[in-house]
């Protein structure tokens, strides 16, 4: 890759599952105590409109029993009956007693299970009838990957059926895998991973099981769609789909498979927000903990944990803190009935930087900081660092010095908005406006445009300011930021973060210019003229991106080498106090708005 160019990002999109499962949804809202649950995502289909076929369900299955025609009610056997004594429901959950065998609805049960997936399999449950104590009892375990897709297919096939299509094969990537990312924390008992591998494991699973998944990665005319591999149940008959239903389908046809999720131990390296039980890595005394869930770790001297989750793949990652405005942090602190149950976001807040500083966490993994956290130094082709705060109306400056540039390595300097391409020079997508040090050039859209004669280089200090008016639209109103606080919380290292998916292609689409916006760039203390006008309304942070080993150093203030004196403007590092002050009321405004509903119960039963 040239020191001045980079080739364009391959275009990929995703299709998010958009059918929602309405029957029983409401129905089966309720939870276990002991086990890891957390808001039920709507049991989804997505349509894949990109194979022309039509798959549908066979008139008998492929073990030779003839199935029952699925339904609303689904009823095959008179003596597998609920308590209630009505039929089978496949659109609810439903649970089967491992002594007696008969299936009872969830909405029947006097236990609260949590809010559950229909055709989950991973669970053992005995009714009150057989059960020697004369109550029920469920727990939920953890399931391989092999059970979590046949939950995701059977739900499928069954809400296909339900609409009237009658399929029974479904693209991976665009109905399997969303469906499985949307009901996670419902199908499994561990948290969300961090990377994607698992998308692959997905595959594998079903490719490799041939016992329990039928496949085709081609249609009948040879064409592969962008849709394409496809994948049902061997077995159409969903009615038996139970806890044993692996070995059921594995001794029908005579062969011995398996795909294991884990063993559900989650590692100081994985993903938990769950509490942990009295015992478990604590001292305890009178059954009570010692260590609290609602106590951050120390932070290390530079304000940021050293091992921490990267903003890559499409999901950002937000340092969390307890938030001592939260209500019944005192009840969930103390009581040991919450453990092993998934901390509520709104127990967290987000957590406000003290001062300006080149963010750990929303940079490309290879750049190196400084300990202090205002040098960055580069490493091969080209790739950016944000700051750590951004702004989105007012007059703003900051300045870097070149502090080395070796030959043929490159720097472009500017600003940014959060969702522009870490992996990628500043100016190459339509979220960066940037000055680049070889010729003087300005970028913006992989685009670039003369700016000033022969750029600048080792001893320069570069000034960048940005001028962003409050719009029409804002006129009058109060703009908050972003309160996080319904967002998941994953742990990585003993420290919670937010997780935040973005929204790419509906940002872009949501881009709009900001009239008589402005950017100018100084050298040295010179106005080197305007840069940019009328720029994309949104937040903007400083940011550095460059071209192999070259080291730059950040001032954000408040003492500046060449502060403007021909336009009156605030340093970059008086934006903390306004920060935090305008978290501090989203956050508060989120528990008022939400007061009622931040129930403890309302979460876990």
Same mark, same amino acid.
């Given at each position: 890759?040239?020191?001045?160019?980079?080739?364009?990002?391959? %275009?990929?999109?995703?299709?998010?599952?958009?059918?929602?499962?309405?029957?029983?949804?409401?129905?089966?809202?309720?939870?276990?105590?002991?086990?890891?649950?957390?808001?039920?995502?709507?049991?989804?289909?997505?349509?894949?409109? %990109?194979? !022309?076929?039509?798959?549908? @369900?066979?008139?008998?299955?492929?073990?030779?029993?003839?199935?029952?025609?699925?339904?609303?009610?689904?009823?095959?056997?008179?003596?597998?009956?609920?308590?209630?004594?009505?039929?089978?429901?496949?659109?609810?959950?439903?649970?089967?007693?491992?002594?007696?065998?008969?299936?009872?609805? !969830?909405?029947?049960?006097?236990?609260?299970?949590?809010?559950? *997936?229909?055709?989950?399999?991973?669970?053992?449950?005995?009714?009150?009838?057989?059960?020697?104590?004369?109550?029920?009892?469920?727990?939920?375990?953890?399931?391989?990957?092999?059970?979590?897709?046949?939950?995701?297919?059977?739900?499928?096939?069954?809400?296909?059926?339900?609409?009237?299509?009658?399929?029974?094969? $479904?693209?991976?990537?665009?109905?399997?895998?969303?469906?499985?990312?949307?009901?996670?924390?419902?199908?499994?008992?561990?948290?969300?991973? @961090?990377?994607?591998?698992?998308?692959?494991?997905?595959?594998?699973?079903?490719?490799?099981?041939?016992?329990?998944?039928?496949?085709?990665?081609?249609?009948?005319?040879?064409?592969?769609?962008?849709?394409?591999?496809?994948?049902?149940?061997?077995?159409?008959?969903?009615?038996?789909?139970? #806890?044993?239903?692996?070995?059921?389908?594995? %001794?029908?046809?005579?062969?011995?498979?398996?795909?294991?999720?884990?063993?559900?131990?989650?590692?100081?390296?994985?993903?938990?927000?769950?509490?942990? $039980? #009295?015992?478990?890595?604590?001292?305890?005394?009178?059954?009570?903990?010692?260590?609290?869930?609602?106590?951050?770790?120390?932070?290390?001297?530079?304000?940021? #944990?050293?091992?921490?989750?990267?903003?890559?793949?499409?999901?950002?990652?937000?340092?969390?803190?307890?938030?001592?405005?939260?209500?019944?942090?005192?009840?969930?602190?103390?009581?040991?009935?919450?453990?092993?149950?998934?901390?509520?976001?709104?127990?967290?807040?987000?957590?406000?930087?003290?001062?300006?500083?080149?963010?750990?966490?929303?940079?490309?993994?290879?750049?190196?900081?400084?300990?202090?956290?205002?040098?960055?130094?580069?490493?091969?082709?080209?790739?950016?660092?944000?700051?750590?705060?951004?702004?989105?109306?007012?007059?703003?400056?900051?300045?870097?010095? @070149?502090?080395?540039?070796?030959?043929?390595?490159?720097?472009?300097?500017?600003?940014?908005?959060?969702?522009?391409?870490?992996?990628?020079?500043?100016?190459?997508?339509?979220?960066?406006?940037?000055?680049?040090?070889?010729?003087?050039?300005?970028?913006?859209?992989?685009?670039?445009?003369?700016?000033?004669?022969?750029?600048?280089?080792?001893?320069?200090?570069?000034?960048?300011?940005?001028?962003?008016?409050?719009?029409?639209?804002?006129?009058?109103?109060?703009?908050?930021?972003?309160?996080?606080?319904?967002?998941?919380? *994953?742990?990585?290292?003993?420290?919670?973060?937010?997780?935040?998916?973005?929204?790419?292609?509906?940002?872009?689409?949501?881009?709009?210019?900001?009239?008589?916006?402005?950017?100018?760039?100084?050298?040295?203390?010179?106005?080197?003229?305007?840069?940019?006008?009328?720029?994309?309304?949104?937040?903007?942070?400083?940011?550095? %991106?460059?071209?192999?080993?070259?080291?730059?150093?950040?001032?954000?203030?408040?003492?500046?080498?060449?502060?403007?004196?021909?336009?009156?403007?605030?340093?970059?590092?008086?934006?903390?106090?306004?920060?935090? @002050?305008?978290?501090?009321?989203?956050?508060?405004?989120?528990?008022?708005?939400?007061?009622?509903?931040?129930?403890?119960?309302?979460?876990?039963?």
């Amino acid at each position: 890759m040239k020191g001045d160019e980079i080739a364009d990002e391959g %275009s990929s999109t995703e299709s998010d599952a958009d059918k929602i499962m309405k029957d029983g949804d409401s129905q089966s809202a309720r939870d276990v105590p002991m086990e890891d649950e957390s808001n039920l995502e709507d049991l989804a289909s997505s349509e894949t409109g %990109s194979s !022309d076929q039509q798959h549908t @369900i066979q008139s008998t299955s492929q073990d030779g029993v003839a199935p029952t025609k699925l339904s609303s009610t689904g009823g095959r056997s008179s003596d597998q009956q609920c308590y209630c004594g009505k039929e089978r429901n496949m659109n609810i959950v439903e649970l089967q007693c491992i002594a007696c065998l008969k299936w009872f609805h !969830d909405t029947c049960l006097s236990l609260p299970i949590g809010k559950c *997936v229909p055709f989950m399999t991973n669970y053992t449950f005995s009714c009150k009838q057989c059960n020697p104590s004369g109550t029920e009892n469920f727990s939920k375990k953890q399931p391989n990957f092999s059970q979590m897709c046949v939950t995701a297919l059977a739900n499928l096939t069954q809400r296909s059926h339900y609409d009237g299509d009658n399929r029974t094969m $479904f693209s991976k990537d665009k109905e399997i895998i969303p469906f499985i990312e949307k009901n996670w924390e419902h199908m499994t008992t561990v948290p969300r991973r @961090i990377k994607q591998t698992w998308h692959t494991t997905v595959f594998k699973t079903m490719l490799k099981d041939t016992d329990i998944f039928t496949s085709e990665e081609k249609s009948e005319s040879g064409e592969i769609t962008d849709a394409h591999p496809f994948f049902g149940l061997v077995l159409m008959d969903l009615e038996r789909i139970s #806890p044993n239903y692996e070995s059921f389908v594995k %001794s029908s046809q005579g062969r011995n498979t398996d795909s294991q999720f884990g063993s559900g131990a989650v590692t100081g390296k994985g993903r938990s927000t769950k509490r942990k $039980f #009295p015992g478990e890595g604590q001292t305890t005394t009178s059954g009570r903990k010692i260590k609290s869930d609602l106590v951050m770790p120390k932070l290390p001297p530079n304000g940021y #944990p050293l091992e921490h989750p990267y903003n890559k793949d499409g999901y950002r990652y937000i340092l969390a803190e307890p938030d001592p405005h939260a209500p019944f942090r005192q009840q969930f602190d103390e009581s040991i009935d919450w453990a092993g149950k998934p901390i509520p976001g709104w127990l967290y807040r987000k957590l406000e930087p003290s001062n300006v500083l080149l963010a750990m966490h929303d940079r490309a993994p290879q750049l190196r900081l400084s300990e202090d956290r205002l040098i960055v130094t580069g490493e091969k082709g080209y790739c950016m660092v944000r700051a750590t705060h951004g702004v989105e109306e007012g007059t703003w400056y900051f300045e870097a010095t @070149i502090d080395e540039m070796p030959e043929n390595s490159a720097t472009r300097i500017g600003w940014s908005q959060e969702l522009a391409n870490l992996q990628a020079p500043l100016g190459y997508d339509r979220f960066g406006y940037s000055w680049r040090s070889r010729k003087g050039t300005r970028f913006h859209e992989s685009r670039g445009y003369h700016y000033s004669d022969g750029g600048y280089g080792v001893g320069d200090t570069l000034g960048f300011l940005i001028h962003l008016p409050r719009s029409k639209e804002k006129e009058g109103k109060l703009s908050m930021p972003d309160a996080f606080k319904d967002r998941p919380l *994953v742990k990585f290292k003993s420290y919670l973060y937010y997780e935040e998916k973005d929204e790419l292609q509906q940002a872009i689409k949501s881009l709009k210019p900001l009239p008589k916006s402005q950017i100018t760039y100084y050298k040295n203390g010179e106005n080197m003229g305007l840069a940019w006008q009328d720029i994309n309304e949104g937040t903007y942070y400083p940011a550095i %991106s460059l071209y192999k080993s070259c080291s730059v150093r950040l001032n954000f203030g408040p003492n500046f080498k060449h502060k403007p004196k021909d336009v009156e403007c605030s340093g970059m590092d008086e934006i903390v106090h306004k920060a935090m @002050i305008h978290q501090t009321v989203s956050d508060l405004l989120y528990l008022v708005e939400n007061e009622g509903q931040l129930q403890l119960d309302a979460i876990y039963f």
